[in-house]
Structures are given as structure tokens and as C-alpha cells.
């Protein structure tokens, strides 16, 4: 029987024996950007330890990640901390060049609190460096599968996200699957679309409810009918069929699995069929809500107001493949993010300006710039130029602006100054 997409995404990904819930996990269906290359764990630390500076590194930094997939973003993390027995070190991985403020060039503003002589005289002692990072951080996986066997002792597990943070909470395309709603216009204004989950055949359901009506009015609106290739949709009865929404697959270069992120540019408007953010909106402020003080950090693809794409993007990837969004729990069901009404919800739980950049922009400020190793290096030492040349080659990707290079960062600051670690 035909339900709401919104429906049938929720019980298709999280229900009993769904995509997120049960196998083992995500990395075998699609790479992000953790599972491309440990640049990207490297990069996020070094913004952790930017929050921490701007948290003048309070007793406990915790750092919460949000759909975790089976952990990997922090194991990657613990092991670069040392967290895990293994060496401490600025969690670089050896692919982000040291730059000033970072542990392995350690300057007063990132190494310790600033001493007596930097200031006014003071008849008290010296202030103390912090306590190294590693003793201090707590980092909590947030997802609804059962804890990896495997996953170290010192990664908490749990199935919802903890209150009061003070830290860091990060969401790596989790909103793309925070399950929403489809509609398309009709004579009588926009109306839901239904799907059959053993099928992912699709029929025009019922108007959408005002406040889904207002999100598409602020948010979605329709194409001018006088733009370039449009073609309007002619639906009336509650019973035609309407096209899938699903496009051809684009291979992912340099693996076997496919990236779940498409060039930005719209395809020509054909039909007109809107994917309604105001759950991820939901989703997304109730995440900021968590954080006590400190930055909540969305990464995914998504697209702006005035750039939607007109016949949506709702889609499925199964197996390294893309392949057509069948709600059947046999695959994953994803659509880019309205990343602009999900950052004004955000921006309305923290009264805080928000910051959004380009996964390009953003890594290549925080170190990671994929360039070349220098020539005289293959001369010196051979294996060492070629480890550097696939390390660069692993930045390229993540920051190719084709591909996740092209994915939206949304930093939303929360009860501390944005300009101590946004405008580095």
C-alpha cells in the first residue's frame, strides 16, 4: 500500500532489519568523506582543538558524532590523539603540513594560556599549560545500530545525543537520511507524493499540511514558468503515476564505491517535485539544542534557495552502486540538504551566526591543501615522495569542488565567540 515518503524512508532505514540498523553498516554501500581519507579525521581535529583553545580547555571536551555509521570517524580520531595507546600527536596523519597554533608548532595562543610577561605585571603565579587533549576529551558515537563489537572501550555508544556538550558535535551526512517528505504541484497547490515500498512505484497523495505549505513557500518555491526548459506537471487525480526522481549513477573516481555527492548544478527543470526540509530543520536544531557551549558542524551535500534543483534529488545506493530509490530497507534512501533553512534553524536555537563553506574551502583552511610533494624528495627518499603523493592525491579528493569537495560545511557556534576559531 502507497504511504508518505517520509514514512517509508523512516521504516525502510531505522525500522526493525532497516539499511542504518542492521549489516555491517554504511562503509560497505558508499564512501564519505571519513571513509575516503584520514586527512578528513586529521582536519576535524584540528578544528576540535581550535574549540577547545576557544573553550579556554574546560575539564572535559567532549566530542559527539551524529549518525556514526560503525564508529569510524572516532576510532580515526581516538588513534590520532592517542586516546587509544597508540603515540599522541597532532592527529595529522602526516597529510596536513604544521602551521602555526598547531601542536607541532606550538606558539603561546595554542600551546598554554599566555604567561605574565605577555600582560599587565601579576603577583601570582604563572598560569599553567592545559592538560594535554587526550586526557581530556570524551568522544560519544550517536547512532541507532548495535555497538560494534570491535569499537574501543573509550568510545561511548548510544542512541540518542547526550545534553549540556561542551565540545564539538559533528553530523557527517546525516541529514541527507533524516527522512522527509516528497510533494509535487497540482491544479489545487502542492500535494504529497506516495510510494510503495516493495515497489517505489509512485501515486499523488493528499495537499500537504500548512506548515509543510509554508515551508515550501519560504524555502522551495516554484520555478518561474518562463525559465528555461520548463516544463509544468500536469497532475488532478489522486491516483497518476509520477517519475522516480532517480538519474543515472556518476562513478565514483578512484574507487570502488560510489561518493554520495553529485555536481551542485541543477538539471534542467522538467516536472517540478519538491524534497520538504522542515524535518531535517527539526532534526538539525534539536542537535544545536544539545550543545552547551562550543560548535555544532554539519557535513553534506545539499543546495541553496536559489539553485534547487526543480525535479529533486532523491535517490538510493546499494552495494558501491547508485541505484533507484526502492524503500524496501535494502538500500539507502537519501536527498541532498536544504543546507539555508536547516542553518536558519539552527542560528534560531543559538542565536548565533552560523558560517557555510564549501568542504573545499573549509579543509584548505584547516591545513589541507593536496599539494604536491617536492620533487627532490623522490630523489632523497623514494618511499617517503610516494606515501606523500598518495597522501596529496587522498586531499584531492576530498576536496575536489566535483565531488565531496563540493559538500557544505555549517558551523554553528554556540555560547562562544565565533571569530576564536570561524575566521582562521
Known amino acids: 500500500m502507497p504511504v508518505r515518503w517520509r514514512d517509508a524512508m523512516d521504516r525502510a532505514l531505522y525500522g526493525p532489519g532497516g539499511f542504518f540498523v542492521s549489516g555491517s553498516g554504511p562503509a560497505d554501500h558508499f564512501r564519505t568523506s571519513v571513509?575516503?581519507?584520514?586527512?578528513?579525521?586529521?582536519?576535524?581535529?584540528?578544528?576540535?582543538?581550535?574549540?577547545?583553545?576557544?573553550?579556554?580547555?574546560?575539564?572535559?571536551?567532549?566530542?559527539?558524532?551524529?549518525?556514526?555509521?560503525?564508529?569510524?570517524?572516532?576510532?580515526?580520531?581516538?588513534?590520532?590523539?592517542?586516546?587509544?595507546?597508540?603515540?599522541?600527536?597532532?592527529?595529522?596523519?602526516?597529510?596536513?603540513?604544521?602551521?602555526?597554533?598547531?601542536?607541532?608548532?606550538?606558539?603561546?595562543?595554542?600551546?598554554?594560556?599566555?604567561?605574565?610577561?605577555?600582560?599587565?605585571?601579576?603577583?601570582?603565579?604563572?598560569?599553567?599549560?592545559?592538560?594535554?587533549?587526550?586526557?581530556?576529551v570524551r568522544l560519544t558515537a550517536v547512532e541507532l545500530a548495535p555497538r560494534p563489537e570491535d569499537l574501543p572501550g573509550q568510545i561511548d555508544w548510544r542512541s540518542d545525543i547526550p545534553e549540556g556538550i561542551?565540545?564539538?558535535?559533528?553530523?557527517?551526512?546525516?541529514?541527507?537520511?533524516?527522512?522527509?517528505?516528497?510533494?509535487?504541484?497540482?491544479?489545487?497547490?502542492?500535494?504529497?507524493?506516495?510510494?510503495?515500498?516493495?515497489s517505489g512505484a509512485e501515486a499523488l497523495g493528499d495537499p500537504?499540511?500548512?506548515?509543510?505549505?509554508?515551508?515550501?513557500?519560504?524555502?522551495?518555491?516554484?520555478?518561474?514558468?518562463?525559465?528555461p526548459g520548463f516544463l509544468p506537471r500536469t497532475v488532478t487525480d489522486g491516483r497518476g503515476s509520477t517519475g522516480s526522481g532517480f538519474r543515472a549513477a556518476r562513478s565514483a573516481e578512484g574507487s570502488s564505491l560510489t561518493a554520495r555527492s553529485r555536481s551542485g548544478r541543477p538539471e534542467p527543470p522538467t516536472a517540478g517535485r519538491a524534497e520538504i526540509g522542515r524535518?531535517?530543520?527539526e532534526a538539525w536544531a534539536d542537535a544545536v539544542r544539545h550543545v552547551g557551549r562550543?560548535?555544532?558542524?554539519?557535513?553534506?551535500?545539499?543546495?541553496?534557495?536559489?539553485g534547487r534543483p526543480v525535479d529533486g534529488t532523491l535517490t538510493g545506493y546499494r552495494a558501491g552502486r547508485q541505484v533507484p530509490p526502492v524503500?524496501?530497507?535494502?538500500?539507502?534512501?537519501?536527498?541532498?540538504?536544504?543546507?539555508?533553512?536547516?542553518?536558519?534553524?539552527?542560528?534560531?536555537?543559538a542565536r548565533c551566526a552560523y558560517d557555510l563553506v564549501s568542504q573545499r574551502e573549509a579543509l584548505r583552511a584547516l591545513g589541507a591543501d593536496g599539494g604536491r610533494p617536492a620533487?627532490?624528495?623522490?630523489?632523497?627518499?623514494?618511499?617517503?615522495?610516494?606515501?606523500?603523493?598518495?597522501a596529496a592525491s587522498a586531499v584531492t579528493e576530498l576536496t575536489d569542488p566535483a565531488g565531496l569537495g563540493g559538500h557544505w560545511w555549517l558551523r554553528q557556534p554556540v555560547g562562544v565567540d565565533p571569530e576564536r576559531f570561524m575566521a582562521r
Open 35 to 136: 571513509h575516503a581519507s584520514p586527512a578528513f579525521a586529521a582536519a576535524l581535529l584540528r578544528l576540535v582543538e581550535q574549540v577547545d583553545a576557544a573553550l579556554d580547555h574546560p575539564p572535559v571536551l567532549s566530542v559527539v558524532d551524529v549518525g556514526a555509521g560503525r564508529g569510524e570517524l572516532l576510532r580515526a580520531l581516538s588513534a590520532a590523539l592517542g586516546v587509544a595507546g597508540e603515540p599522541a600527536g597532532s592527529g595529522r596523519s602526516g597529510l596536513i603540513p604544521p602551521r602555526a597554533g598547531s601542536p607541532a608548532t606550538p606558539t603561546p595562543s595554542a600551546a598554554a594560556r599566555p604567561s605574565p610577561s605577555s600582560g599587565p605585571p601579576s603577583a601570582g603565579p604563572a598560569p599553567s599549560a592545559p592538560v594535554a587533549l587526550a586526557r581530556r
Open 166 to 198: 561542551t565540545g564539538v558535535l559533528v553530523a557527517t551526512e546525516w541529514l541527507d537520511n533524516v527522512p522527509l517528505d516528497v510533494a509535487v504541484p497540482a491544479d489545487d497547490g502542492w500535494r504529497y507524493l506516495l510510494v510503495d515500498p516493495t
Open 208 to 227: 500537504v499540511s500548512p506548515d509543510d505549505a509554508a515551508w515550501l513557500t519560504t524555502w522551495w518555491p516554484l520555478p518561474a514558468e518562463d525559465a
Open 279 to 281: 524535518t531535517r530543520d
Open 294 to 306: 562550543g560548535l555544532a558542524l554539519a557535513v553534506d551535500y545539499g543546495h541553496l534557495r536559489g
Open 327 to 349: 524503500p524496501d530497507g535494502t538500500c539507502d534512501i537519501t536527498a541532498h540538504v536544504a543546507v539555508d533553512s536547516v542553518a536558519s534553524a539552527g542560528e534560531r536555537v
Open 375 to 390: 620533487l627532490s624528495l623522490a630523489a632523497s627518499d623514494p618511499v617517503g615522495y610516494v606515501r606523500a603523493l598518495a
